[in-house]
């Protein structure tokens, strides 16, 4: 299974949740191959005698390969025509194999998922891995998360990017990069022609950091799916600009970040102007009833957006029932998260009754909000069968959303 697969390209829902380094298969699944996953010694003759049944491997435990097994898995991989999909996550490779594996890199072809999460890996190994990049022409997908790289160790992969053309998704997630390795990245996505997927959450990036990567897509048109959650981003009349102009991205991360009400004035500016964004996700920023009232707005004129996740944004009644109002006009959003936001009755209700007029959206995600809410909830999960949803049919005797009292008897 390939990194991509951890994203989900369906679901805002999912995807604003983020994604397990689980990949849904069983570890010791290996293709057609029968083999033991906890046999570490039959698994590395198994890539060095280029076995047609090997094609992803994954080891269980923690700390099974290290070094030494990195070596011997790159000397395998020199001459392997078969192995897809490589995950050393968690197994203790350092300098040693990282150096060993960047120099199969440059030979092999074969390879194009390489899993290498929580490994300490830093400016050094880094290094290493760009000078491989720059050569080598079969990984696709690179998966650096929890790692120790900071801006130099970024800058470093981002001259490998200026003259790869394979790589499509690098995942940096939970390293160090700062304001400074953003940077340097943007400077490389003015050149490359290749990277679709960009991850980089939880680097400290900054508003700064975030206003080089979108500003430098003017320059490029391949990367469509950019996730900058939690890196302390304030919304920016810069920032603002940058989106509104952005003619590539599908889908944005911003959740965790620093966006208020008065940011959220500023997004809205920019989704009225933006035609291509699909996804939007700004989980657990401080959005606010406010906020949410004028980002409903902006979803009265914009058409191109299909998901919104403001979960755990502090969207309440007011908030809702402004969304209620943009999704009677709306007719291009079909999935829109609003969970744990304090959203009571009246606000629950007035969804239920958006929903008569609109026909378009199919998930509508409460969870997390009051309880008192059971008829109003089963009035939307009704309206969101209709709308070909996979939505539960709720109790036969459900009222139609414009018969349920705003308050309790």
Known sequence: MSILTW???????????????????????????????????????????????????????????????????AAGLKGNTNLKTLNLGYQGVHLKGIIALADALRINRTLTSLFLHMNSIGDTECAAIGDALKSNAGLAELLLVDNRIGPLGAAHLGEALKVNGTLTLLNLRANRIGSEGAAALAQALAANTALSVLQVQSNNICTAGAVALLSTLTANTTLTRLDIGTNEISMTQALADALKTNATLTFLGLQGNAIDGDGAVLLAEALRGNTTLEILVLDYNEIGGGGTVVLAEALQVNTALTCLSIAWSNVGNDGAVALAEALKINTSLKELILE??????????????????????????????????????????????????????????????????????
């Open 7 to 73: 994203l989900i390209h369906s679901s805002c829902g999912s995807e604003a949740r983020g994604v397990s380094l689980n990949k849904g298969k069983p570890v010791g699944h290996f293709g057609t191959a029968n083999m033991d996953p906890f046999d570490v010694e039959s698994l590395l003759a198994a890539v060095l005698r280029n076995d047609p049944k090997l094609r992803e491997l994954t080891f269980p435990s923690v700390g099974q390969i290290g070094d030494s097994g990195a070596e011997q898995l």
């Open 340 to 409: 744990g936001n304090y959203i009571r009755r009246v606000g629950t209700v007035a969804l239920a009754q958006a929903l008569e007029v609109n026909t378009t959206l199919t998930v509508l995600d409460l969870s997390g909000n009051t309880e008192d809410n059971e008829d109003a909830l089963d009035a939307i999960a009704v309206l969101l069968k209709e709308h070909g949803a996979a939505a539960e049919l709720a109790q036969a005797d459900t009222k139609p959303a414009s018969e349920i009292p705003l308050a309790r008897d």
